[in-house]
T-cell receptor, first 112, second 114 residues
């Protein structure tokens, strides 16, 4: 079965600091991995996805993620946090039935 | 702006009411989904329609009844709900043809059952 685990339910950074949100996956087949963001009172929005092409994936809003098979990880990073980045972030894996399975989520807080 | 439109944005209903949630997309996607999201939790899959046929029902109680009138529309009919059914109900769509297809979400309907 495919699943993802997000380490840390809450991450707090200062504005301008590095953002690192952690995600580890478990998959019996080559994984298709995604990061979504959810702002308050909105649905989820795709940030980026990994589909077995380049291991370093660039997404919207300056975010990127690196697929590391040896570590079964797909961590999300951004060099410099903005206040507008405060939101809930979900890592997800697409299983063989094309169903999206989400991690528990990480709430990012950005301090001025 | 989201390309998946959900109505209404908010809904308050009593336990004896019947109501419907509506979802519409015009991206030509062939798969449509209903998710339920409780506060501070990830979305939980409820139903999947693929090419207008129900392909997955994740053991959802019968008081929730999905309907897919055509490839652009998805409804969720509600009847005799319980207070614990209060949640954000999200509709999503995808091309549905491969595991690489991401989901496109609407902004949800905030449901309160009194």
């Amino acid at each position: 079965a495919q699943s993802v685990t997000q380490l840390g339910s809450h991450v707090s950074v200062s504005e301008g600091a590095l953002v690192l949100l952690r995600c580890n996956y478990s998959s019996s087949v080559p994984p298709y991995l995604f990061w979504y963001v959810q702002y308050p009172n909105q649905g989820l929005q795709l940030l980026l996805k990994y589909t077995s092409a380049a291991t370093l994936v660039k997404g919207i809003n300056g975010f990127e993620a690196e697929f590391k098979k040896s570590e079964t990880s797909f961590h999300l990073t951004k060099p410099s946090a903005h206040m507008s980045d405060a939101a809930e972030y979900f890592c997800a894996v697409s299983d063989p039935n094309n169903d999206m399975r989400f991690g528990a989520g990480t709430r990012l807080t950005v301090k001025p | 702006d989201t390309e998946v439109t959900q109505t209404p944005k908010h809904l308050v209903m009593g336990m004896t009411n019947k109501k419907s949630l509506k979802c519409e997309q015009h991206m030509g996607h062939r798969a449509m989904y209903w998710y339920k999201q409780k506060a501070k939790k990830p979305p939980e899959l409820m139903f999947v329609y693929s090419y207008e046929k129900l392909s997955i029902n994740e053991s959802v109680p019968s008081r929730f009844s999905p309907e897919c009138p055509n490839s652009s529309l998805l409804n969720l009919h509600l009847h005799a709900l319980q207070p614990e059914d209060s949640a954000l109900y999200l509709c999503a769509s995808s091309q549905g043809d491969s595991r690489a297809s991401p989901l496109h979400f609407g902004n949800g309907t905030r449901l309160t059952v009194t």
